[in-house]
């Protein structure tokens, strides 16, 4: 059974209304197009723009509830974080928010059984996704089109976002500086591949959606490997740990301060 099929009823939690009232119209709606395929996505500019200056790159990979075309879901969690005005001013960066299509995935994960005792499968060497080849080409992309800074690129994502988040880094071990993955995971195999940058992991220690061992087995892992790997796990906090992720003070100022 794959991981989308469930995870359009469940995940679907994950969305929430009262976030969608707040302005994002300084998120440009873009579109990316390879081979006829399309992947949606917003683009958060720098306050006080210079296309002449570099700056970093920040991509946020959404969950399964936020999924489609219509380019505003994947807005939903977390893109209030970067429309602050001392996060603009103090860390200006290139924020990017790509959308997965309706009944795809950031990576090949399989799920069997029902909560709270689903396993999730999680694959070593799976090959990308149409979503992911297309998130692969919009980066870049934007290396074309702005002047980056290649040594402070950066990747999170929350549920089948955090997933995705170890998926790219795999298929991707150089790129990026640092990585923020939020009630993810991934197989512990893929380990080997994580070690050019700095992580920091989130879990709700009471997730039935995607159960904290997801995380915590990657965590293991990756620190019997050397990783350097912060671990945050929010006692009683169910799916939505991204709340607190996104709300951790030092979470924009530790990605900021990590370079390749």
């Not at 006080?48 to 969950?63: E, Q, S």
């Not at 002047?147 to 549920?159: A, E, F, H």
């Not at 089948?160 to 298929?171: I, K, P, S």
Request: with cysteine; proline share 5%.
């Amino acid at each position: 059974m794959k991981l989308f099929t469930p995870l359009m009823l469940i995940l679907c939690i994950s969305m929430n209304t009262n976030t969608m009232a707040q302005d994002n119209s300084a998120y440009q709606k873009k579109m990316f197009q390879k081979d006829g395929d399309t992947l949606p996505y917003r683009l958060l500019l720098p306050a006080n723009f210079d296309a002449n200056r570099k700056y970093p790159l920040i991509l946020v990979l959404h969950g399964s509830g936020e999924r489609g075309n219509d380019n505003e879901a994947q807005l939903v969690h977390g893109s209030s974080l970067f429309l602050k005005k001392e996060i603009r001013e103090d860390y200006p960066a290139l924020v990017v928010f790509p959308q997965c299509a309706a009944g795809s995935s950031w990576s090949k994960v399989d799920v069997e059984g029902d909560m709270p005792n689903r396993e999730f499968i999680f694959y070593e060497d799976a090959e990308p996704t149409k979503d992911m080849f297309l998130l692969e080409g919009l980066i870049k992309e934007l290396k074309k089109n702005f002047r980056i800074k290649r040594d402070q690129m950066y990747v999170g994502g929350l549920s089948m976002g955090g997933m995705g988040t170890f998926e790219l880094v795999r298929r991707n071990p150089k790129m990026f500086a640092a990585a923020f993955p939020i009630c993810g995971g991934a197989n512990p195999a893929i380990s080997k591949r994580l070690r050019k940058l700095d992580w920091w992991v989130f879990h709700g220690d009471a997730d039935q959606v995607v159960p904290e061992k997801c995380s915590a087995d990657m965590v293991k892992t990756m620190k019997a490997e050397g990783i350097s790997v912060k671990y945050s796990v929010y006692e009683g906090v169910t799916h939505n740990s991204w709340d607190n992720a996104f709300a951790e003070p030092n979470l924009i100022p530790w990605l900021y301060s990590k370079s390749r």
